[in-house]
């Protein structure tokens, strides 16, 4: 069946470099990926959509990449901060509401 | 402040009990989600409804009954649920389920049952 996952269950970063979380998905039909980000006892958050006729697509400290080639897409979080500590999942549809979600990566920013 | 509340956020029951949850999003917005997420496991697409109308049950036990009474409120009635039954409810909304438009989430209700 279709999947989408994250590579690592966790990632530590020093506060201050940068993050790359990545996603990889199995739907080449999949065409709308969404980042969501997840504090502790909080829903999921919406932090950057990509469409599958973009590869690249930028926002506040965020930046998300996507390979159609190889099915991959990464989060990059400039300047990691204590408050991006949360899970990070990322979700992938192709054409109607429903979304493939992965497990998430666990984000430990070290100060 | 996504604009979608849940009450209540934790919730404790017997598996002889009845007691619903409550969404309500002020995004306008015309599709409601019920999600469930358990601990290592990714997010479980339950109910979707569409202007009021119940467009997917996702093979969701009849323990859990979802009810849509206008766009900006949805409800999820439990009774008689399992103890496998304890995850974090997410309500979500989008504009409309006809576009991959994004979702947004609720806070989610924490259930315990016992």
């Known amino acids: 069946g279709e999947s989408v996952g994250l590579h690592l269950p966790t990632l530590s970063v020093q506060e201050g470099d940068n993050s790359i979380i990545n996603c990889a998905y199995s739907n080449s039909a999949s065409d709308y990926f969404i980042w969501y980000k997840q504090e502790s006892g909080k829903g999921p958050q919406f932090i950057i959509d990509?469409?599958?006729?973009?590869d690249k697509r930028q926002g506040q400290r965020v930046t998300v990449l996507l390979n159609k080639t190889v099915k991959h897409l990464s989060l990059q979080i400039a300047a990691t901060q204590p408050g991006d500590s949360a899970v990070y999942f990322c979700a992938g549809g192709s054409g109607t509401y429903k979304y493939i979600f992965g497990t998430g990566t666990r984000l430990k920013v070290l100060a | 402040e996504t604009g979608v509340t849940q009450t209540p956020r934790h919730l404790v029951m017997g598996m002889t009990n009845k007691k619903s949850l409550k969404c309500e999003q002020h995004?306008?917005?015309?599709?409601m989600y019920w999600y469930k997420q358990s601990a290592k496991k990714p997010l479980e697409l339950m109910f979707v409804y569409n202007f009021k109308e119940q467009t997917e049950n996702n093979s969701v036990p009849s323990r859990f009954s979802p009810e849509c009474p206008n766009s900006s409120h949805l409800f999820l009635h439990l009774h008689t649920l399992q103890p496998e039954d304890s995850a974090l409810y997410l309500c979500?909304?989008?504009?409309?389920?006809?576009?991959?438009?994004?979702?947004?989430f609720g806070p989610g209700t924490r259930l315990t049952v016992l």
């Open positions: 995004l306008g917005h015309n599709a």
């Open positions: 979500a909304s989008s504009p409309r389920t006809s576009d991959p438009d994004t979702q947004y």
């Open positions: 990509i469409r599958s006729n973009m």
